[in-house]
C-alpha cells in the first residue's frame, strides 16, 4: 500500500478560488516536504515542515503539520494560473535525512 | 547554495546502448544521494540510495546490474543505465540529503531510447 496518500489526485479550480491537498502518512512523520513540478522538469522546493503544529506560508501558498494525524495540508489561496503544475509531498518516513518517499502528487489546473 | 547539478538534461539514445548521467553537488559535500525515476503522469519512485565510497543500496526491483551507481567521490555520483530499451526511457533525478537543511534536487534528466 502507499506509504504517502495523496488526495485529490487531481483538482480543477477556477482562478481566485481557494484549494487544498492533502497528504497522509501511514508511518511517523519525521519531515514533510512539498515540491511543486512541472512534469519532466526539476522539482521547485516549496515548504518542509519538522514538527507538529507548525505551519508555514509563502505568498499565497501555507502548509500545515499534524503530527498526531501523520498529515499535512497545504492550502493555496487565490489560486492563480501560475500555481498550476503537479504537487508532491515527499516524507521522510525512516528518519531525518532519509530517503524521501513521494506521494503520487497532486495535478493541479486552474483556468482563467 | 546546495545546488546539485545533473547532465544531461535530456539524451536520446539507441537501443542496446548505455548512458550515463551525472549529478554534481557545486558547493557541498554530499555523502548521500538518491536516484529517483518519473513515468508519465506517476509520482518519483526511489530507485536506489548511493553512498560516497560505498556500494548503492537499491530499492526492490530495481535491477543493479542494469543500472550501475557510482558514488566515488563526496561531489559526484552517477547512473548509468545499461544496454538501455525503450521502456527503460523515463526522467531521472538525483538528489542530496544535507543533514540540518533537508534535500536539494538536480534538474532532471529526461531519457528517450529508441
Known amino acids: 500500500s502507499q506509504e504517502l496518500e495523496q488526495s485529490p489526485q487531481s483538482l480543477i479550480v477556477q482562478e481566485g478560488k481557494n484549494l487544498t491537498i492533502n497528504c497522509t502518512s501511514s508511518?511517523?512523520?519525521?519531515?514533510l516536504y512539498w515540491y511543486k513540478q512541472k512534469y519532466g522538469e526539476g522539482l521547485i522546493f516549496l515548504m518542509m515542515?519538522?514538527?507538529?503544529?507548525e505551519e508555514k506560508s509563502h505568498e499565497k501558498i501555507t502548509a500545515k503539520l499534524d503530527e498526531k494525524k501523520q498529515q499535512s495540508s497545504l492550502h493555496i489561496t487565490a489560486s492563480q494560473p501560475s500555481h498550476a503544475g503537479i504537487y508532491l509531498c515527499?516524507?521522510?518516513?525512516?528518519?531525518?535525512?532519509?530517503?524521501?518517499?513521494f506521494g503520487k502528487g497532486t495535478l493541479l489546473t486552474v483556468n482563467p | 547554495g546546495a545546488v546539485v547539478s545533473q547532465h544531461p538534461s535530456w539524451v536520446i539514445c539507441k537501443s542496446g546502448t548505455s548512458v550515463k548521467i551525472e549529478c554534481r553537488s557545486l558547493?557541498?559535500?554530499?555523502?548521500?544521494m538518491f536516484w529517483y525515476r518519473q513515468f508519465p503522469k506517476q509520482s518519483l519512485m526511489l530507485m536506489a540510495t548511493?553512498?560516497?565510497?560505498?556500494?548503492?543500496?537499491?530499492e526492490q526491483g530495481v535491477e543493479k546490474d542494469k543500472f550501475l551507481i557510482n558514488h566515488a567521490s563526496l561531489t559526484l555520483s552517477t547512473l548509468t543505465v545499461t544496454s538501455a530499451h525503450p521502456e527503460d526511457s523515463s526522467f531521472y533525478i538525483c538528489?542530496?540529503?544535507?543533514?540540518?537543511?533537508?534535500?536539494?534536487f538536480g534538474s532532471g534528466t529526461r531519457l528517450t531510447v529508441v
Open positions: 508511518k511517523t512523520l519525521y519531515g
Open positions: 515527499g516524507a521522510a518516513l525512516g528518519g531525518s535525512n532519509y530517503k524521501l518517499t
Open positions: 548511493s553512498n560516497e565510497g560505498s556500494k548503492a543500496t537499491y
Open positions: 538528489s542530496a540529503s544535507i543533514r540540518g537543511v533537508g534535500y536539494t
Open positions: 558547493d557541498f559535500q554530499a555523502t548521500t
Open positions: 515542515l519538522q514538527k507538529g503544529g
